[in-house]
């Protein structure tokens, strides 16, 4: 039923001490009155009123109905008066001047949260409180009381007034305690007229379980390389309950935790796993040192019993002693463009795990000086064994040369590196003079031998392929030397040349020295020669053996017994030899000597003639 205003104002008729009023009009929702002189129970917007009489009421019946009436009036008689506001829990259309009203959206003041596992929380179920009248609504309290009031918890954005035509909003869950039904009220206190409040408030608790099984107990990962990750191993967590499990955490704890690594499927709260549902946590094993590493996987959820669950992690980390047999590889002195003795480096794994090699290689400055001409390592070196690496070095420049063999693998010292060193050498020849140029020499005789040096001014040794000459006159030529097939590093050697026209005139040629120089194979030295040869006569005899012969006298001729009678020296000739220097070409002389005692005093027969015919050139 629903209480409309009447819109005459009350008299200033009333007993001592109490207004009069003119009896309100209360209709139904049908129009049809209500008899007259009746005591009905109103219910006012869903909620029962206090009795209201027609006719003669007592003080509190006419103050209850003065004040319903007050809320729909500004003022009475003309005179003003302000009442509080009413609360109602069915909406109500206003009209002017009518006081205030407030509503709740339910239709019924109950909420029914139906069944709910003990300990868990419901969705929240909300109250719309409604201010539909024209004056501010004072809340003083929103509260939870009765029997179970601890399983329901309300929130509420209402503070401490309600503005007229506004609401707010009470949100109420419940988290039951026990099994079985549970209830209690939800109390609104405020300046209404009707007041508090009150919404029930009704759940039953269901008693759940939730078991957790996890397969299998243990992990068992064996053996695995210190700082290598083993193959993932999984562990399957089940629901086995008949509610939804919550995880809070999967942790690994334990003494070597940290060696252990967890990935999974299972969902973390807010998530859960379904009654019957199952999940996944796949775990690594990376061991950080050698020998047994254990740890726990644990799960911490909301099982009934038994949280935390754990499964048991075991390993053995295995590792490689790996050794190298040389720390340093020094080659010494090798010439550029030369390749040295091979020298090898042993690496031993003397551990207890196989060592895996991923790559053995020559890096540093000179990385192209070293080469490793054999290796027998392969990519798998097991336990207790040994391989060999054999590096050379060619040097491609002169001067200290340096790098570094390198070996990658899957031992804890990696990687393990050998120092390389090597000086390269170069030979630096030169030849001087760079020219000479020998005296006039008679066709066909041999002048002195001159000297000519080589020397190596380099690091390394000199190879001496070959001496020799070429030129116009190569033949006149020719040498004698001490220089041998090597010339060390900073020495030098002589070649003797000497010179042996075989013609008259200008002749030249070249002295050439081959080597290995700069480390050229081929390379040359040279040496430019020149020398003139004359037509000459050269004329030998032996010593008389007559005393007192102090010299001899030459004489020629151009006919045989025509030699003239004056001698072609002017002075006894002291010696054993003489050479006719004027002389013509393609012409035959004829020669006689003869012995001269002291003062030309005494001249001893004529020799035998000897001939000679002067050659063309």
Not at 118 to 145: C, D, F, K, Y
Not at 382 to 401: I, L, W, Y
Request: glycine share 10%; hydrophobic share 35%; aromatic share 4%.
């Amino acid at each position: 039923m629903e209480l409309h205003k009447h819109r005459e104002c009350l008299s200033e008729r009333s007993a001592p001490g109490i207004q009069s009023f003119q009896q309100p009009e209360i209709l139904l929702r049908d129009g049809i009155r209500p008899e007259r002189g009746n005591t009905s129970a109103i219910k006012l917007f869903g909620l029962e009123t206090a009795a209201i009489g027609y006719g003669r009421g007592t003080a509190l019946i006419l103050a209850t109905a003065c004040i319903a009436m007050a809320l729909f009036s500004a003022s009475c008689g003309g005179r003003a008066s302000t009442a509080p506001a009413s609360v109602s829990t069915a909406s109500s259309a206003s009209t002017a001047n009518s006081p205030s009203t407030v509503g709740f959206s339910e239709s019924s003041p109950n909420i029914t949260f139906g069944n709910q596992s003990v300990g868990t929380t419901s969705a929240a179920q909300a109250v719309t409180l409604t201010n539909i009248g024209n004056t501010s609504l004072g809340i003083t309290s929103i509260a939870v009381s009765g029997t179970n009031a601890s399983d329901f918890t309300q929130t509420n954005n209402c503070g401490s007034s309600v503005t007229a035509g506004a609401n707010c909003t009470i949100s109420v869950t419940f988290t039951p305690s026990a099994s079985g039904g549970r209830a209690a009220s939800l109390t609104i206190t405020s300046n209404a007229a009707i007041s508090p409040q009150t919404v029930g408030l009704s759940g039953i608790g269901t008693s759940t379980s939730s078991t957790v099984s996890l397969s299998p107990a243990s992990l068992a990962f064996g053996s695995q390389s210190v700082e290598t990750t083993s193959t993932a191993l999984t562990v399957t967590l089940t629901n086995t309950g008949n509610t939804s499990l919550t995880i809070t955490g999967i942790s690994v704890t334990g003494a070597n935790a940290s060696d252990f690594s967890e990935i999974t499927t299972c969902p973390l709260a807010p998530g859960s796993v379904a009654a019957n549902g199952s999940c996944t946590i796949s775990v690594a094993f990376t061991p950080s040192a050698s020998g047994n590493r254990t740890a726990w996987l644990t799960v911490a959820d909301n099982a009934t019993a038994g949280s935390p669950q754990a499964v048991s992690l075991v390993g053995t980390g295995t590792s490689a002693a790996i050794s190298l047999s040389a720390a340093a590889l020094s080659f010494g002195s090798q010439s550029v463009g030369t390749t040295s003795a091979a020298q090898g480096v042993t690496l031993t794994n003397g551990g207890n795990a196989a060592l895996t090699i991923s790559s053995i290689q020559v890096i540093g400055t000179d990385p192209g000086d070293f080469k490793m001409p054999s290796n027998t390592c392969g990519s798998s070196l097991a336990a207790n064994a040994s391989c060999t690496v054999n590096v050379t070095f060619t040097p491609t420049t002169s001067g200290s040369r340096t790098a570094t063999l390198t070996f990658a693998d899957s031992a804890t010292n990696s990687p393990q590196s050998v120092s390389l060193t090597g000086t390269g050498t170069v030979p630096i020849a030169a030849l001087s003079p760079a020219s000479f140029s020998f005296t006039s020499q008679p066709a066909m005789m041999s002048s002195s031998p001159e000297s000519f040096t080589l020397s190596n001014t380099g690091s390394a040794p000199l190879s001496i392929t070959s001496i020799g000459f070429v030129g116009s006159n190569p033949g006149d030529f020719s040498q004698e030397t001490t220089c041998g097939a090597t010339l060390g590093a900073n020495t030098t050697c002589t070649i003797a040349v000497l010179f042996t026209p075989a013609a008259a005139g200008s002749r030249s040629g070249t002295l050439v020295v081959t080597d290995n120089s700069n480390n050229v194979a081929g390379s040359t030295q040279t040496s430019t020669l020149a020398g003139t040869a004359t037509h000459d006569v050269m004329l030998s005899w032996t010593a008389s053996p007559t005393s007192g012969v102090v010299g001899y006298n030459i004489y020629r001729g151009i006919t045989s017994g025509g030699e003239n009678s004056t001698p072609l020296n002017s002075l006894p000739i002291d010696g054993t030899t003489y050479t006719d220097e004027n002389v013509t070409a393609g012409v035959t002389y004829y020669y006689l000597l003869t012995a001269v005692t002291s003062a030309e005093a005494v001249q001893s027969a004529y020799s035998n003639e000897a001939a000679a015919t002067v050659p063309s050139p």
